[in-house]
Structure formats: structure tokens, C-alpha cells
């Protein structure tokens, strides 16, 4: 057996307590897209830990870009798909600091609301194409 096919037997590539959808990974669905565990996990076995950037040809909605940068990696991706590369670009991009705060302040009012039931959803055309009912 080679050193690569005793690497990828070192995994237990079922991940059986996976989440797939956490963080920015549950943004937006986005059809065919892998679960984080598989990209993460292949680019801590075969990323030679220097400088090199992590290239993703196909990159969807960008999976293995999210990861590679949460391995503190730089990262490039490319794909055909204008909504891809969007979506990709969105989940990406760092956040300025200020926005945290912001954030925060945002949350607080929503969970304040819905604690006393008084969320007012306004008619969005489709709305259940684009998201699931929790989101």
C-alpha cells in the first residue's frame, strides 16, 4: 500500500456526526455541495503546510474555500457558475470588526422579539424556494 492510499485510510470518511450546514456553510443550499468534513480532512492529510495556496477548479459555493481559510490557508477558487462564485465570494469575505457589534446588538433585538412573539415576516415572493422554513 502507498503512503497516499495509507493517508486516506487513516479517515473514517463516514462522519457519522457530521453537520454539514454550520457556519457559513449553511448560507445559502446550493446543489451537489460536499460536506465541510471532506475537504477539511483532505487538506490537513496532503497540504504540505508552507505557503501554498489552496486551488479549488470547481469550487461551487465554495466548501473547501471556507475551509481551507479556517486551516489559516490562502485560497483560490473557480467556477463557471455566477450564483456560485457569488455565494462563494459571500462566504468568504471577512467581516469588518464593527460589524460584530452590530451584530450582536441585531440578534439581541431578534430574540428579544421572539420571545414575545411579535416577528412580522413580510410577504416575500417565493420565499420557500430561497430558504427553509426554521431560517
Not at 503512503?3 to 450546514?21: E, H, I, M, P, R
Not at 469550487?59 to 481551507?68: A, F, I, P, Q, R
Not at 462563494?88 to 446588538?105: E, N, S, W
Request: aromatic letters at 8%; proline letters at 10%.
Amino acid at each position: 500500500m502507498n503512503q497516499t492510499s495509507k493517508l486516506l485510510d487513516s479517515v473514517d470518511w463516514d462522519f457519522n456526526d457530521a453537520v454539514a450546514n454550520t457556519g457559513t456553510h449553511s448560507i445559502h443550499p446550493y446543489p451537489a455541495k460536499f460536506i465541510p468534513q471532506i475537504p477539511r480532512n483532505l487538506i490537513k492529510l496532503f497540504h504540505p503546510g508552507d505557503s501554498s495556496v489552496v486551488l479549488d477548479p470547481f469550487c461551487g459555493s465554495g466548501t473547501t474555500l471556507v475551509e481551507s481559510i479556517d486551516l489559516g490557508l490562502n485560497a483560490w477558487g473557480i467556477d463557471v457558475n455566477p450564483l456560485a462564485c457569488l455565494i462563494a465570494r459571500v462566504k468568504t469575505t471577512p467581516l469588518p470588526v464593527k460589524f460584530y457589534g452590530i451584530a450582536k446588538r441585531v440578534i439581541y433585538k431578534a430574540k428579544e422579539q421572539l420571545s414575545k412573539n411579535t416577528v412580522l415576516v413580510p410577504p416575500i415572493p417565493r420565499l420557500d424556494h430561497w430558504f427553509k422554513p426554521d431560517v
